[in-house]
């Protein structure tokens, strides 16, 4: 049996967060799974949804907004790179890339990481995109 953490560990930390996913490394999960979107200026964060839903409880559209005008609605908004450095190569991550996410920032993160180091083999991408496969 594999123990995935979906989205971390969302039952002890907010969903997709540096905090989910090393909640989901200390209860010993076998791999971790995150979603991925990407900003209007090319970040990949992570978020299950296509919007941010903002302090004032407004939802912001994650393809309309910069990284920073996100991170000021949600200050624990994670992005790829710093995902990778939480898990830090202890675990396999499964990355699911949302429908109509512009997949080349995410990859060129992933082959950044496998040129330093990263075992290919600890990386899966999945989507409900076919085109994005």
């Given at each position: 049996m594999i123990i995935i953490g979906h989205r971390g560990a969302k039952g002890l930390a907010p969903e997709n967060t540096r905090a989910s996913l090393q909640k989901g490394l200390e209860a010993g999960a076998d791999q971790v799974e995150f979603d991925v979107r990407v900003t209007k200026d090319g970040r990949p964060i992570l978020n299950h949804d296509p919007f941010i839903l903002g302090k004032d409880s407004h939802p912001y559209l994650i393809t309309h907004h910069t990284y920073a005008e996100l991170r000021k609605q949600k200050?624990?908004?994670?992005?790829?790179?710093?995902?990778?450095?939480?898990?830090?190569?202890?675990?396999?991550?499964?990355?699911?890339?949302?429908?109509?996410?512009?997949?080349?920032?995410?990859?060129?993160?992933?082959?950044?990481?496998?040129?330093?180091?990263?075992?290919?083999?600890?990386?899966?991408?999945?989507?409900?995109?076919q085109p994005i496969l």
């Open positions: 200050p624990d908004l994670t992005t790829l790179d710093e995902a990778l450095d939480t898990v830090n190569k202890k675990v396999p991550i499964i990355i699911e890339v949302k429908p109509h996410v512009p997949t080349g920032p995410v990859i060129e993160i992933i082959k950044d990481r496998i040129r330093r180091g990263w075992p290919p083999t600890d990386i899966y991408i999945s989507s409900f995109s």
